[in-house]
């Protein structure tokens, strides 16, 4: 299958400072990319929606200016946490399709974020 | 609203079989999809159904019903490395994913 690869795999960062997580498809275009959030014992929350060239659609109650998604190109999409609280400790996910329809979602390998 | 239902939590014994049900009501259906994630992973893709019937992929099989919203996960053989989160997912008329929350599966000697 395809691979998604997201950076980092973990990262501690203090209150109050700004973490970007990086995801790449390394083996294809991804036109759309999708931002997930889980809690420990819950399920994925999606986020986000981001397409290439144009402005990410947010599920409501995500704060676009916290969470800052920019999808320049068919290969990489980035999530910046600003002024990080501890509430925004979690696991997220990112996630991509090389086309709509029936094709299956390749999961980058996910982002451990603690905030101290 | 959209809605997945699965069961919170399961337990099996090594070398068993096991079927997690799954059960979804979506605006629209584009098929649903079933991953497996162990603990601090991201989900790894095991299945998808568009059609009805039975898919089979070597321990793991998958079923689907469209008539009644009903899917389930088929496991066989049970291993150790089978202990994880199972994944119901659905793909709704905008091609959006639902996610089920998942059922903890755990698998004793």
């Known amino acids: 299958g395809a691979v998604v690869s997201q950076h980092p795999s973990w990262v501690i960062c203090k209150s109050g400072t700004s973490v970007k997580i990086e995801c790449r498809s390394l083996?294809?275009?991804?036109?759309?990319m999708f931002w997930y959030r889980q809690f420990p014992k819950q399920s994925l929350m999606l986020m986000a929606t981001?397409?290439?060239?144009?402005?990410?659609?947010?599920e409501q109650g995500v704060e676009k200016d916290k969470f800052l998604i920019n999808h320049a190109s068919l290969t990489l999409s980035t999530l910046t946490v600003t002024s990080a609280h501890p509430e925004d400790s979690s696991f997220y996910i990112c996630?991509?399709?090389?086309?709509?329809?029936?094709?299956?979602?390749?999961f980058g390998q996910g982002t451990r974020l603690t905030v101290v | 609203g959209q809605n997945i239902d699965q069961p919170t939590e399961m337990t099996a014994t090594e070398g068993a079989i096991v079927q997690i049900n799954c059960t979804y009501q979506?605006?629209?259906?584009?098929?649903l999809f079933w991953y497996q994630q162990h603990a601090g992973e991201a989900p790894t893709f095991l299945s998808y159904?568009?059609l009805d019937g039975l898919e089979e992929k070597g321990r793991f099989s998958s079923f689907l019903s469209r008539s009644k919203g009903y899917s389930y996960l088929l496991l066989k053989e049970l291993q150790m490395k089978d202990s994880a989160s199972y994944l119901c997912?659905?793909?709704?008329?905008?091609?959006?994913?639902?996610w089920g929350a998942g059922t903890k599966l755990i698998i004793k000697p």
């Open positions: 083996d294809f275009q991804a036109t759309t």
């Open positions: 979506t605006s629209g259906f584009n098929g």
């Open positions: 981001s397409n290439e060239g144009s402005k990410a659609t947010y």
């Open positions: 159904n568009v």
């Open positions: 996630s991509a399709r090389d086309g709509q329809g029936d094709t299956e979602a390749f």
């Open positions: 997912a659905a793909l709704d008329s905008n091609y959006q994913l639902i």
